[in-house]
């Protein structure tokens, strides 16, 4: 059988709701449209369409093929625009993940204005703090902060976010700042799972010597805000990106602490599987997550 035309007849059906429509739209008999539906779902050797007199409707199976149909067909189109070096317009799902407070604080906005500037895009959003195989999961793309993953994925540097360490000013009252990183190890440290390594403290002094203190402490967490919202309640320290404490820091709930150190920052990728061409709707947003993300991100601005 012809594959490609069945999909495409196939994707017709679902896209005119019916055979009559789609026969029309392609120029076909319906005759001919059932019978590349049919040798389809003989080669999946599954039913893809559930058929009565009045209805039609799409099997699981059916609505999942039927989702990768129209990305194969988007992905088509555009290799044929650059082949003729046309210019490309970017269109279809790009299935995104990224870390929850990335996303939601700094992702978010940023896909508002893509598809203000793009409307024929869509996203399918996952946001995990968890590290996902993206060929596996079937993902277009994700937002990284520190590690990139498997060897086997394309990282576009996009920014860097500083790391901070902040305590309350009521903790600070009660216990004192500490004034170098070696007094860390005698207060209350809360660790994040996702800064390597979370029990392990690094600082640099101003000559760029390398100070590294072990912490401990009564909280740890895969969840930088839950951390910052306790630290922000008094009740001990944090070392966590800029952009998830720079907001209570902003409004006077954290205070920064070891202002004569640095730590070292963490930057931000976008990553996507090396094995496959990269589809203009991909590019597209990378490019514009690189330009926006470009210089001195909000995230990283000054308290």
């Known amino acids: 059988m012809d594959l490609f035309q069945g999909i495409r007849v196939f994707s017709q059906v679902v896209e005119s709701g019916g055979f009559a429509k789609a026969a029309a739209r392609l120029d076909l008999s319906a005759t001919a449209v059932s019978r590349y539906v049919a040798e389809l779902e003989r080669h999946l050797q599954t039913r893809l369409l559930n058929r009565t007199t009045r209805r039609l409707s799409l099997t699981e199976s059916g609505q999942s093929f039927h989702a990768r149909c129209v990305q194969l067909l988007h992905d088509l189109a555009e290799a ?18 990224a870390s929850v407070n990335f996303g939601v604080r700094h ?3 940023s896909i508002a204005q893509f598809l203000s500037e793009h409307s024929e895009m869509k996203f399918d959003v996952q946001l995990s ?41 009521a903790y600070l009252k009660r216990h004192g700042a500490p004034m170098s990183p ?17 029990d392990h403290w690094r600082f640099l002094d101003r000559d760029g010597v ?22 922000a309640r008094d ?69």
């Open 182 to 198: 070696a007094e860390l190890a005698s207060h209350n440290c809360f660790t994040y799972e996702y800064l390597s390594p979370r």
């Open 129 to 169: 703090d968890r590290i996902v195989d993206l060929v596996e999961e079937g993902f277009d793309l994700a937002i990284r902060i520190g590690a990139t993953g498997s060897e086997n994925l394309v990282a576009r540097r996009l920014g860097e976010t500083r790391i901070v360490p902040c305590a309350s000013p």
């Open 210 to 231: 390398e100070q590294r203190v072990r912490v401990t402490g009564t909280l740890h967490s895969n969840n930088g805000d839950l951390l910052a919202e306790v630290a």
């Open 80 to 97: 044929e625009q650059e082949a003729a070096r046309a210019a490309v317009v970017p269109r279809g799902t790009i299935r995104l993940t």
């Open 107 to 109: 992702l978010a906005p």
């Open 235 to 303: 009740a001990g320290i944090v070392l966590e990106p800029g952009f998830i404490v720079g907001p209570d820091v902003r409004a006077g709930r954290l205070v920064p602490l070891l202002q004569d150190y640095a730590v070292p920052p963490l930057p931000i990728f976008a990553v996507y599987p090396s094995r496959r061409h990269l589809s203009a709707k991909v590019r597209v947003f990378v490019d514009f997550l690189g330009a926006r993300f470009a210089g001195s991100p909000d995230w990283d601005s000054a308290p």
